[in-house]
């Protein structure tokens, strides 16, 4: 996967479920967004994503280590 751009702003304006990569142990793996929480510290995100070990992992995670995948990033029309 290439480089996404986090957006701590973006857990707290997606719909839940939503598709997302989440940054875990030095790389980008796709996942949902399925909870969040606004704690002072800023926002947690609760995700879901497959492990190395091919079972499915559910964690809190920072804003910070969540992204849009490439493909539902902002998109531009022709005119």
């Known amino acids: 996967m290439t480089e996404f751009e986090p957006g701590t702003d973006l857990v707290s304006r997606l719909p839940l479920p939503s598709h997302v990569v989440v940054l875990v142990d ?34 809190r995670l920072p804003a910070d280590r969540i992204a849009l995948p490439a493909s539902e990033g902002p998109t531009e029309q022709a005119s």
């Open 26 to 59: 030095g790389t980008w793996r796709r996942g949902w967004l399925i909870g969040r929480d606004h704690e002072e510290s800023g926002w947690t995100a609760l995700v879901q994503y497959e492990g190395d070990d091919g079972n499915e992992r559910t964690e």
